[in-house]
């Protein structure tokens, strides 16, 4: 099901980028990168299952297929997105930092953190997102080649940041599976079942091993991280539509409304019917 996959506006495919000023952001995902920083305010932003705090100059990095979202926290927050697509940072192969760098990370093999707080490179990398806001802005000529500077500037501090800290275990970059072939099956097809041995043969894994890879790489199980793309997706339905509960469950993979009921209020800290009320 693509219920939650957006077509994001880029005005020139030729130079695929757009930056956005807004509030808060829906819950979705799509094929192109996210950058999300808070200019002004106070913040909720979710990266998959993960919901962080974050306030100004702090910066969320969203690679492609990730759901995420931002839910303001304080009036007159400003958000700043910037959607990229990999074209701005692939080069065919014509040299190792595609290979290195990129093809792990895009093809989600190398996990990095997604939000970057307080430490090593913050102000480097605000004043590198300070730069690429202004020559979006302004248009001179070379923009395009001042954008793409700061971004490479950008994904090089968080690299090397990183790599540096790799043998620390909450900060760990986690190469050696790729699992990215089930995570992008269960963000399209969350309503569907799918049982763990169909799973472990999707990336040629036992159902054993799988289960330990799995909850290494996302903190979650396989049931877990299925029933967060559930609950998310039953959340926005249950806020722009008026279908009853009962359809919603449903709609989103449970065959008891009762069992929906009890996964939903472990996710949210309400029910469903408290959800729909609470807008």
Known sequence: MLALKETTFIPDQSFPIHIFHTGEIPVHWHDHMEWIMIKKGQARVQVDDVFVDMKPSELAMVNSKQLHSAQVLEEDTEIIAIVFNEAIIRNSGLDNTDHQYFTPYLNHELKLPNF???????????????????????????????????????????????????????????????????????????????????????????????????????????????????????????????????????????????YFGRVFKRIKNMSPSERRNHL
Request: glycine share 4%.
């Open 116 to 258: 970057l707080k307080d430490g090593q490179y913050t102000q480097e990398i605000n004043e590198s997102i300070s730069r690429i806001v202004s020559e979006y802005q302004q248009k001179e000529k070379g923009f395009e080649l001042m954008i793409k500077s700061e971004i490479y500037k950008i994904f090089g501090f968080v690299f090397r940041r990183f790599y540096q800290m790799e043998d620390q275990t909450h900060l760990s970059i986690r190469r050696n599976y790729n699992l990215s072939p089930l995570l992008n099956y269960l963000r399209m097809h969350y309503d569907e079942e799918m049982s763990l041995k169909e799973a472990a043969d999707m990336v040629n894994l036992t159902p054993n091993h799988l289960c330990k890879v799995f909850k290494k790489v996302t903190g979650k199980t396989l049931i877990e991280y299925t029933h967060h793309l559930r609950i998310n997706e039953a959340e926005r339905l249950l806020i722009e539509r008026d279908d009853p509960i009962s359809e919603i469950a449903e709609q989103v993979g449970f065959g008891s409304i009762t």
